[in-house]
């Protein structure tokens, strides 16, 4: 209803899309028009498979192409082509992003192009040719936006704010002292460049000024209603190409790498730094002014409280290596199961 397909695909299409070898004697030339559910495809939709729960699933489709791992291609139904690939959710994600292009990024809700009535857009902006501005949306004197950019409804876009080209600020987001990249997806209710939280404190907290910046490089995506603070003195930056899911907090002076995941609401203190390649599972605590090493990853709910190693794989509160984590655990699991002594065995008295 939202979504509606906007191509359809051969079977040798799908397969040159996705770098795979059509099975020999398939009909290449069947033309799929959807994708769905391994449980309710149909003959014209294709699926995928990669997951060992989903097998009687995959034995039952009736889908008529399906991606699947060499693993799992002997259970696919004899009606349906198997096309074999080495990561099957990926060369789905490919496929998909075909049908539905424009899933990629929030749309105009108003859904017309260019400035919108009910808009205000000052005089001294400037906006590059196919923006889009919807209703409600402000943007400040100074700002500068990109071709392609869409800005929505709601959205408020600060005095002398730079956003590249082909981004998507959603509804109600707001952007200030703050230069985004190329290709940057911005959700509804995402709040960046505000007041970093600093304060000199005594008897009477001293409000510290934030007078840096908030620096988003090409290809980042924030989730919905997560927050960015602006640099206290030097800025905030997030690296090229990382994926910031929904309810993130992100504080002032932090740098982020390139191509980092940080799963939902996690908290990242003030002057933490992540190198390229970080992960952080939902619920992170990083305490600030400390360092992620490169490729590193945190596992869900862990509060980080020291430099962590390039390529380590840490875990738990307070965070460490996951091997000596999991020995931890199974220490207590097993002093949590021996008998407690009954009252009247362990000091003399009454049962």
Known sequence: MFFAPEATLTVAEVAALVGAATPEGAAADLVLTAVAPLETAGPSDLTYMDNARYVAALETTGAGLCLVSRRFAGRVPPATIALVVADPHRAYATVLARFHPSALRPRSVFGASGVNPGSFVHPTARLESQVTVDPGAVIGPGAEIG????????????????????????????????????????????RIGQDGFGYALGAKHLKVPQVGRVIIQDDVEIGANSTIDRGATRDTVIGEGTKIDNLVQIAHNVVIGRHCVIVAQTGISGSATLRDYVVLGGKVGVVGHYEIGEGAQIAASSNVNSDVPAGARWGGTPAKPVREWFREITAVKMLASRRVPAKDESDGGDA
């Open 147 to 190: 071709r392609g950019t869409v800005i929505g409804a709601g959205a408020v876009i600060g005095p002398e704010v730079r956003i590249g080209r082909d981004c998507s600020v959603g509804p109600q987001a707001s952007v200030l002292h703050a230069f985004l990249g190329n290709r940057v997806i911005v959700h509804p209710g995402v």
